[in-house]
């Protein structure tokens, strides 16, 4: 039989923490793993190979669910499938990250704006004066606009 590792040894082999490697193995998203007489988890090569796929899934992005079914394919689906399967999922997963992109550009875009507003903001207000009570503060006003001067 081949050598079984405890999950402390699994956990610095694979990356993981020896708390990921429980939480995968009790919901289901691995195979439970051979256990010794006193209880201890011991884990096969082809468990550290799953624990790796499914690190590096889930790393990428890909969604708890998604990552368990390539983990079951790895071990039971022809090589074909599984590569189909994967480009599928790799596709998926580079839609939402450019999607995320042009979130995180147009957020930065906002904060620019925001800023230039800050810096415009050319006010003599009283001291405790609030900022919405400030006629010269455009930072309260609709986003766009840096200042006050064409209300129609």
Do not use: W
């Amino acid at each position: 039989m081949a050598t079984a590792i405890t999950i402390g040894a699994a956990a610095r082999r694979t990356g993981l923490s020896v708390k990921a490697i429980r939480f995968y193995e009790d919901a289901g998203y691995i195979p439970a793993t051979r256990r010794s007489e006193s209880g201890y988890r011991l884990f096969s090569e082809d468990d550290l190979q799953r624990l790796r796929l499914l690190s590096r899934a889930r790393r990428l992005g890909i969604a708890l669910p998604e990552a368990q079914t390539l983990v079951k394919m790895a071990s039971s689906a022809g090589c074909d499938s599984f590569s189909a399967h994967l480009l599928a999922l790799i596709e998926k997963r580079r839609a939402a990250v450019r999607a995320e992109i042009l979130e995180l550009e147009a957020a930065v875009a906002g904060l620019d704006l925001l800023q230039k507003q800050v810096q415009a903001c050319d006010c003599d207000c009283n001291a405790g004066q609030s900022a919405a009570d400030c006629d010269f503060c455009t930072i309260l006003e609709e986003e766009g606009g840096y200042s006050r001067g064409s209300e129609d």
